[in-house]
Each structure stands twice: as C-alpha cells, then as structure tokens.
C-alpha cells in the first residue's frame, strides 16, 4: 500500500487511529489527484495502541521514499514494532526489526523514519472530498491493461476521455490534430449501490438511458499513476463517472469486497479522486 502510495506522490500522510491505519496522498496547489487508502488494524498488527488529544488519532507526514525504504528492512523478518518517538527533539517513527541472520543468530535492526506530526488545524483539509452522485458507476477490466493502454496513449496527447454506460460499456478515447485513439470494453457489469446510503430517486445512474454514455475528460498523468494499483492484484475496481466534476475510482484489495459501492466486505480499500480538466 505504501509504495503505491509512494508512486503518486513523494510525500504523503499517514492517519493512524485505534481501528484502521488511512494513507493519504492530497491535491498539490489544490489541484489534481487525490488517494485515500483504508486497512483494518486488526489486518495488519498483532496488537496496536493510538493514543492522541487530536480526538484519539495521529496525523504523520512522511516522506515516501525514507518510509518504504525502512518498510523493505523488514521483510523475512520474524517480528516488527512501530512506535511513535523523539530523537534529537525531533518526532520519528522508530521501527524495532527482529531477524535472523545467515547462520540463524537471532538479530535485532532498529530502523527510524523521520516524520512531521500534523496538527488539528492542518488535518481538515485532508479529509475526503465531497462529490455528487455518479451518473454512471461500472467494474473495469484488468487495471494493469489500462495502464498499457494509456502508457501509449500520452505519446498523443496529455488528456484523455474516460467514457462509460450503464450497460456495461467503458471507452478510453484521445486524440491531436493528427491521431485518434480509442479503446473500447464491453460485457462489463455495472455494480449495484446501497439503496441505505443513496435514495434511488436521487440516483442519477438509475434514472438515465442504460445506453447513454456520461463521460469526462482528465489528466492522463492521473490515470496513470491511479493504473500503478494493479500492483496490489485488486479484487475488484469500480470507476464512477461524474460528469463535469471528474472521476472517482474504489480499489478493493483482498478476497472479499468490492462487489457493489461502498461494500468493503473487511477487505483494505484505495480511493482515488481525478479532477475534470478543461483545458
């Protein structure tokens, strides 16, 4: 999760609360695209404590590389313990690695990963934002057959159509003065949402024509590195077209989930933010 965090962004920010442990890539100059991903605690700690004045939660700031980095220093390792500390008055997250070596002599590796601590102040802004409701939502193919595709499709231009229907249909389409590209899905399935969470009155998916296309048109470089997921082998990725707001794509990763919106299922979840672009 972490280095495909990293790929989106150098820095990012990490929210450790008592139930999940939430990696948080935001807009730069607010602008541009945004990455919350979500894993249960119970999924990845043995045992684990948070403690804060900041309404029981911890906000870091990290450098990605310095952090996946120490993360690599632990794999094959027996047993791992992150804490939060101070070294020369200044906050890391000290990494206490157990080992063995080559002849199996226990060995014990401390790894620190310096970090910035985030205020309340400064944690409002990194919350997920608002959006209206999708006026197409649908399962995509395999991410990483995107990623190809729009791998090739920038030599043409650098923003690109994304294009779906609710009867299973899903386009990427770009083109210049000279080229036109386009990619065309179909038999895909277009997953069900909540009726708890959305009144189906309000649901724009469910009061159109199955066979108009809603579409959007973004930054190709955000495509792409949201396509560096396939990395995790997702179980399921449901892209969410708004139009003229831009996309929102759920990464479900793990056995279970991801089958409707919103349906984690206990599964760690990414969700990815690709503002409309005019220009």
């Known amino acids: 999760m972490a280095l495909t ?3 989106l962004n ?4 990490i929210r450790l609360h008592p139930e999940f442990i939430q990696f948080l890539v935001h807009k730069s100059n607010g602008v541009g695209l945004q990455a919350f991903s979500k894993l249960e605690n119970n999924t990845i700690f043995e045992e684990h404590v948070v403690e804060s004045m900041n309404k029981g939660e911890i906000w870091l700031e990290v450098n990605g590389e310095h952090f996946t980095r120490t993360l690599k220093c632990t794999t094959n390792c027996t047993s791992v313990t992150m804490r939060l500390t101070k070294k020369m008055n200044l906050p890391v997250l000290c990494f206490t690695i157990n080992t063995k070596g080559r ?3 226990p060995i014990q590796l401390i790894q620190d990963c310096p970090c910035r601590i985030l205020q309340a102040a400064q944690t409002e802004e990194l919350k997920e934002p608002n959006v209206p409701n999708p006026d197409v939502h649908i399962i995509l193919p395999p991410v990483v057959a995107l990623k190809s595709m729009a791998d ?3 030599l043409v231009g650098g923003h690109m159509i994304v294009k779906a229907n609710m009867s299973g249909e899903f386009v990427m389409l770009i083109e210049n003065d000279m080229v036109k590209l386009e990619t065309f899905y179909e038999d895909l399935d277009n997953p069900a949402i909540d009726p ?6 309000q649901q724009p998916s469910l009061n159109r024509d ?6 959007v048109r973004v930054d190709i470089r955000d495509f792409i590195k949201f396509c560096t997921c396939h990395q995790l082998n997702p179980m399921n990725t449901i892209c969410c077209i708004i139009e003229n707001h831009g996309l929102v794509f759920y990464v479900y990763i793990g056995e279970n989930g991801g089958e409707n919106i919103g349906d984690a299922n206990g599964c ?5 933010y690709l503002p409309q672009r005019l220009e």
């Open 5 to 7: 965090m990293e790929k």
């Open 10 to 13: 150098k820095i990012f920010v």
């Open 103 to 105: 002849t199996g002599k």
């Open 152 to 154: 090739r499709m920038k």
């Open 196 to 201: 708890s969470q959305v009144e189906p009155s």
């Open 210 to 215: 199955p066979k108009e296309f809603a579409q």
């Open 268 to 272: 760690g979840t990414i969700t990815y």
